[in-house]
């Protein structure tokens, strides 16, 4: 049996399961201190025999194997987990391989095995939520430098109707801090999912999002875009996606029908706890 862990800002989700993407059994539990929150993680995990495990983790963090700081959770805002040894206060309870990187690269690795880009070595994992983050496979492995993509704080153009400041602590109006949940919530004054009927509301989110896909695209080359989150669960954002990616890259490069290219994750709500799954199971292999 393999754990996994999917760490979000609001929730952690555990699960043991299979390589075949089996889950056998799972739990929520809300993210406050890792005081609090780890030691109900453990419990969960305590009563399986569990051979390796896989964490997709909000971050940023550290996945460089030669740092020191190895497995951390590294710059989050987030109180109580700056710093916070992850890999570290897990593996102290459980000896068993851990695989550990980002809950966008988790996603993408889900929908690589068994989502919507099954069978394909390439694509990108996109989630538009209370952040956005995003996840690459390139040439059948999870995209990897200095450390993990960060490419939800991108730089965007305004959209010339948007005065709104942006929300992101440290760019103001990068992607992240014009069209993530939060932004949207503060620039229009309502909840996301009460601005339904509000077209413009829409046509701006997919303004932002088509220039970062624009840029994706130049850059990474993918073959399948997954986007996934909250805000994308407005489905009209989809078609204001393609219609600004179709006048923006206006047909300098080719890309396949875009309703299907770029698509909704084909796990649904389960492409990250499934990814966290597989990345137990490649942390299991590495070791043999
Ligand atoms: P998280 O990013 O914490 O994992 P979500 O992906 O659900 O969680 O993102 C939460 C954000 O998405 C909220 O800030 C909210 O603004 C937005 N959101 C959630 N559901 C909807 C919806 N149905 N319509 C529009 N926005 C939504
Ligand atoms: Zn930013």
Not at 25 to 50: G, L, M
Not at 66 to 81: D, F, L, N, Q, V
Request: glycine residues 12%.
């Amino acid at each position: 049996m393999i754990g996994a862990i999917e760490a979000g800002g609001t929730k952690f989700v555990c699960a043991v399961g299979d390589e075949t993407g089996n889950i056998i059994e799972r739990i929520q539990i809300p993210t406050t201190v890792p005081e609090e929150t780890i030691p109900r993680v453990i419990d969960f995990f305590k009563q399986y025999s569990i051979k390796a495990i896989g964490i997709g983790s909000f971050g940023p963090i550290d996945v460089n194997r030669e740092s020191a700081t190895y497995g951390h959770i590294t710059s989050t805002p987030k109180p109580g987990w700056r710093d916070f040894p992850f890999v570290q206060a897990i593996g102290d309870v459980f000896s068993v391989p851990i695989g550990f990187n980002t809950d966008v690269n988790a996603a993408a690795l889900g929908e690589a095995t068994f989502g919507a880009a099954k069978g394909l070595d390439s694509c990108l994992y996109i989630t538009v939520g209370t952040g956005i983050g995003a996840g690459a496979i390139v040439q059948g492995n999870l995209l990897q430098g200095l450390s993990h993509p960060e490419m939800g704080h991108i730089l965007v153009r305004r959209h010339p109707n948007d005065v709104y400041r942006g929300k992101c602590p440290y760019h103001h109006d990068c992607l992240e801090g014009l069209a993530a949940g939060p932004a949207i919530e503060e620039r229009w004054g309502v909840k996301g999912d009460l601005l339904v009927d509000r077209m413009e509301v829409w046509e701006m989110e997919g303004y932002y999002i088509a220039q970062a896909l624009m840029q994706y695209v130049l850059i990474l080359s993918p073959k399948k875009i997954i986007l996934g989150g909250g805000v994308m669960k407005q489905e009209q954002v989809f078609t204001s996606v393609y219609q600004y990616l179709q006048e923006f890259v206006n047909k300098y490069v080719v890309l396949p029908e875009l309703s299907e290219y770029i698509v909704s994750p084909g796990l649904g709500d389960n492409a990250g706890i499934t990814g966290s799954l597989m990345l137990g199971y490649q942390a299991l292999l590495e070791a043999k």
